[in-house]
Nanobody
Framework: QLQLVESGGGVVQAGGSLKLSCVAN????????MAWFRQAPGRERDVVAT????????RYADSVKGRFTASRDNSRNTLYLPMNSIKPEDTAVYYC?????????????????WGQGTQVTVSS
């Protein structure tokens, strides 16, 4: 059973940076599409970035393009999300997700495996 553990969240001032990490417990990331989602209070869980099995194809939500850069290191079973120029509207719980999919879904319902989430709070 694939398990995902996120880390790196915290409190950051607007304009600052954070780097989230997501580690898988088994070596399946080489065959799994992975993604970052986020969920703010009272909001749906929205996609932030998706990557295919080797990270060669990465797509971003318009709201984070140019500021966030998702990458994965399959040798470390790890997905990363460096976040720059952070804005107050980036405040949310960030989740890592994975699925045995050839093409990464952009909706939460397309992912079978989820981490527990890590809180990112941006102060203005």
């Amino acid at each position: 059973q694939l398990q995902l553990v996120e880390s790196g969240g915290g409190v950051v001032q607007a304009g600052g940076s954070l780097k989230l990490s997501c580690v898988a417990n088994v070596r399946t990331t080489g065959t799994a599409a992975m993604a970052w989602f986020r969920q703010a209070p009272g909001r749906e869980r929205d996609v932030v970035a998706t990557t295919n099995w080797n990270g060669g194809i990465t797509r971003y939500a318009d709201s984070v393009k140019g500021r966030f850069t998702a990458s994965r290191d399959n040798s470390r079973n790890t997905l990363y999300l460096p976040m720059n120029s952070i804005k107050p509207e980036d405040t949310a719980v960030y989740y890592c997700a994975a699925c045995p999919c050839s093409s990464p879904p952009t909706s939460a319902g397309g992912y079978r495996f989820w981490g527990q989430g890590t809180q990112v709070t941006v102060s203005s």
